[in-house]
């Protein structure tokens, strides 16, 4: 085996590794979304604090979400969140957002860039959560493209040097 098949290889499991650990760290966030019975209403404020945030500081959040393949699986992916607004109307709570893909699998890692944002929009809602017991927990789906669903953004993972690519 040559040195750059061997490079290649190498750097196709460093993508699978990082696939797997997103992918781990998505199904621990959910989980961890799910016990602690955060309703709609409460992620709702969260985003309000990211939209007023990325206005005055130009903040961007981590996010991860899971996207359909063709071959029916779900993958993780993550990405930067820059919130433009909230919009709560008749009982449907949606968010503006400005995607910035860091990773998926088909691509790997993904620097941003000028021609890299994606302007989306995410539907916020209750759902029904039923395990061992019946609760109530709250799901960020994109709403203009299906294949994007439960997405988890950190309050806590911000960066500001986004706003130069918008």
Known sequence: MDANSLQADYRMWLRFQRQEQLGREHRAAVQKLAETGAMASRVTEAYR????????????????????????????????????????????????????????????????????????????????????????????DRQDDARDTRFITFLDSVRGDLRQYL
Not at 54 to 65: D, V
Not at 74 to 102: D, M, Q, Y
Not at 110 to 128: F, M, N, V
């Open 49 to 140: 604090s990211m939209a007023d945030r990325a206005a005055k500081e130009g903040a961007s959040y981590r996010t991860l979400f899971q996207r359909q393949r063709d071959e029916g699986d779900n993958l993780a992916c993550e990405g930067w969140l820059f919130v433009r607004r909230v919009l709560a109307e008749g009982g449907t709570t949606r968010i503006r957002a400005t995607l910035f893909e860091t990773f998926t699998l088909e691509d790997g890692e993904i620097q941003p860039s000028a021609e890299s944002p994606k302007k989306i929009t995410l539907d916020i809602y209750d759902e029904l959560l039923v395990s061992k017991s019946m609760k109530l927990g709250s799901r960020a």
